[in-house]
Nanobody, 126 residues
Framework: QVQLVESGGGLVQPGGSLRLSCTAS????????TTWFRQAPGKEREGVSS????????YYADSVKGRFTISRDSTKETVYLQLDNLKPEDTAVYYC???????????????????WGPGTQVTVTS
């Protein structure tokens, strides 16, 4: 059974940083474009950032551009999301997701993804 697993979440003060990791079992993550989403209480799931299979194309939500950086390490079959200059409004559960059929033009739409991790909590508070 395919499983994605996120790690690296935590409690951080405004302006702080975290690095989230996404790994997979029963799925060769190196062969999938991968996307990070987040969901805050009472809000819809939001696409945060996406990275192509080769890592040469990346996409970001306007709300995180210049603060978050997505990357991947093929030797570790891991996708990372570096979160810098965190703000209280970044507080959410962060999920990684992949799709058997990925369309870059709609990368931020949750409905195209069929593999999801359970999420990792990021809390930004003073």
């Amino acid at each position: 059974q395919v499983q994605l697993v996120e790690s690296g979440g935590g409690l951080v003060q405004p302006g702080g940083s975290l690095r989230l990791s996404c790994t997979a079992s029963e799925l060769a993550l190196n062969y999938y474009s991968t996307t990070w989403f987040r969901q805050a209480p009472g809000k819809e799931r939001e696409g945060v950032s996406s990275i192509s299979i080769r890592g040469d194309k990346t996409y970001y939500a306007d709300s995180v551009k210049g603060r978050f950086t997505i990357s991947r390490d093929s030797t570790k079959e891991t996708v990372y999301l570096q979160l810098d200059n965190l703000k209280p409004e970044d507080t959410a559960v962060y999920y990684c997701a992949t799709a058997d059929r990925y369309f870059a033009s709609t990368w931020s739409r949750p409905d195209q993804y069929n593999y999801w991790g359970p999420g990792t909590q990021v809390t930004v508070t003073s």
